[in-house]
């Protein structure tokens, strides 16, 4: 049974920083391409960030480049995002998801991502 477990969310003040944790089990972590993802109230679910399967490759959506970073370490199959400069506007629950796919593939759309966690609110006041 795949399990994506996500940690380290919270309430932070804006220009805070928060680091988000992902502890996967039940599939082979290295054949699988991670996301972050980020839904708030009456919106769609959108990627935040996502990495390929080695770490080589990463991809961020505009809105929190040079303010987010996202990791992975294959050994602890873990998925981490960083996130520093908070601003409300990142207010929203946080999801952690892994995409089967090919070495270097980073997908961006939710409907491309096989397993999922359950979130963790991040909450940035102003």
């Known amino acids: 049974q795949v399990q994506l477990v996500e940690s380290g969310g919270g309430l932070v003040q804006a220009g805070g920083s928060l680091r988000l944790s992902c502890a996967a089990s039940g599939l082979t972590f290295s054949n699988y391409a991670m996301g972050w993802f980020h839904q708030a109230p009456g919106k769609e679910r959108g990627i935040v960030a996502a990495?390929?399967?080695?770490?080589?490759?990463?991809y961020y959506a505009d809105s929190v480049k040079d303010r987010f970073t996202i990791s992975r370490d294959n050994a602890k199959n873990t998925v981490n995002l960083q996130m520093n400069s908070l601003k409300p506007e990142d207010t929203a629950v946080y999801f952690c998801?892994?995409?089967?796919?090919?070495?270097?593939?980073?997908?961006?759309?939710?409907?491309?991502?096989?397993?999922w966690g359950q979130g963790t609110q991040v909450t940035v006041s102003s």
């Open positions: 998801a892994a995409a089967r796919r090919g070495f270097v593939d980073i997908p961006t759309t939710a409907g491309t991502y096989d397993y």
């Open positions: 990495i390929s399967r080695s770490g080589g490759n990463t």
